[in-house]
């Protein structure tokens, strides 16, 4: 019954009489009861004291594993964050990149460097010669493609050239057809301290039809000449370095505001007649001689011809709309002397919608009237040409002047006389 035995003292105080025995049997050979109990209480502290210890020690690492949890959260979520931001705002960069892809596919649907049907080319020499401190003369290009017609309004020149600084300087021509193609052409100009140059005045050659001697056509006359004839004489001019001039070149020329290098040559070729399309235009391209064809605006195959016999070394310019037929009284008879002012005008600007061009022009049979050469000159032609035999001089009028006649009977050597 002892361990059931209670003491008590005042009201509400018990104890069991187990904890001190329990605390004595420790503790009886060298402490009282009343030691025993101070023990005790001493005992019990410092177990209280480990235990906050331990429980603190607890929490620290608690909070510790807290701290590393919310970091990791924090990384975590970012990271997530990130992603999700990133998918959010793909999309957005996915759409800007075709976008961009897009408008250069709607302006070229095929590649940049593709020419499609495209035939272009510098008008004049492919390489231009310029005295330093001369001002450089833009002699421009040409284009044509077989669907578009004539694009050489559409021709877009970049590049500088610094006439003060001896060197050579690139100007690039470049033309876009309705489908997107592109197609370039490149002048290379040489600004040179010193060069031999052109004096008194420029032969500008006057050709009419050409032929195969082994096909000829029934009514051959003189302005008819074998492609046997015409082929040595691009051989002479190709070995002998000939240089060819554009539009703009030989009217600054005869202004006498600019030098032209030493064997300079125009080459022109009137009617735009079929043979000299199918044989003389081949040849030229061949020893890549620039020449012009003077077109008749109203023949009804001009625009065919044009295109179909394209090259880079043949530009179109005007040999009227509709004047190259009688109604005159003038010359050969050219109704030209019996139009008005007005309407040589008109004729031109609409010959100029075939040829795409009116720097140069070629009087119908050559005549002219001193109203019909006001009337050129009011449309901006450059340079205006008659039959008359000569070389065009420095200070002519631009707008009356003569050719040098190639006819087909002539030899080499009558040839290489007339361009010396």
């Not at 877009?156 to 309705?178: A, C, E, K, L, M």
């Amino acid at each position: 019954m002892a361990k059931h035995h209670e003491s008590h003292g005042s009201r509400g105080t018990r104890r069991s009489t187990v904890e001190p025995r329990v605390a004595y049997s420790r503790h009886a050979e060298t402490h009282s009861a009343h030691g025993s109990q101070l023990h005790y209480g001493q005992h019990a502290s410092h177990r209280s004291a480990a235990a906050i210890a331990a429980q603190r020690t607890r929490r620290i690492a608690v909070l510790v594993v807290a701290a590393v949890a919310t970091v990791a959260l924090v990384i975590t979520v970012g990271v997530v964050a990130h992603g999700w931001f990133a998918r959010q705002s793909a999309p957005s960069m996915q759409q800007q990149l075709p976008t961009t892809a897009h408008k250069s596919l709607t302006r070229k649907t095929v590649p940049q460097l593709d020419p499609g049907n495209i035939v272009i080319g510098v008008n004049g020499s492919e390489t231009t010669y310029v005295l330093k401190g001369e001002q450089y003369v833009e002699g421009g290009a040409h284009a044509i493609e077989p669907e578009d017609g004539v694009l050489t309004g559409n021709i877009v020149t970049t590049g500088t050239v610094d006439t003060n600084t001896p060197g050579d300087y690139t100007v690039q021509y470049t033309v876009h057809d309705s489908t997107g193609h592109e197609a370039s052409a490149t002048r290379t100009v040489k600004v040179v301290d010193t060069m031999d140059k052109q004096t008194g005045g420029i032969p500008v050659l006057m050709y009419h039809y050409v032929y195969d001697p082994a096909n000829p056509p029934a009514d051959v006359d003189a302005n008819w000449i074998p492609t046997t004839s015409l082929e040595p004489q691009l051989q002479y001019l190709t070995q002998n370095n000939f240089y060819y001039p554009s539009w703009p070149e030989v009217r600054a020329f005869i202004d006498g505001k600019h030098s032209l290098p030493k064997n300079s040559i125009v080459m022109t070729f009137d009617d735009g007649e079929p043979h000299f399309f199918q044989y003389g235009a081949p040849l030229l391209a061949k020893y890549k001689v620039p020449a012009t064809s003077f077109i008749i605006g109203a023949d009804g195959e001009a625009l065919n011809k044009m295109k179909t016999y394209a090259t880079p070394y043949l530009e179109y310019e005007s040999h009227s709309f509709d004047m190259h037929r009688a109604g005159g009284t003038v010359g050969h008879g050219g109704r030209i002397s019996a139009m008005s002012h007005q309407e040589i005008v008109d004729d031109l600007k609409q010959s100029e919608q075939v040829t795409g061009s009116l720097q140069a022009f070629a009087y119908p049979f050559g005549d002219t009237t001193p109203d019909a050469i006001e009337a050129v000159k009011e449309t901006g032609t450059l340079a205006a040409f008659t039959t008359q035999y000569g070389w065009a001089d420095v200070g002519a009028d631009p707008m009356n002047l003569p050719r040098v006649r190639i006819q087909g009977t002539g030899s080499l050597d009558t040839f290489i006389a007339a361009i010396q």
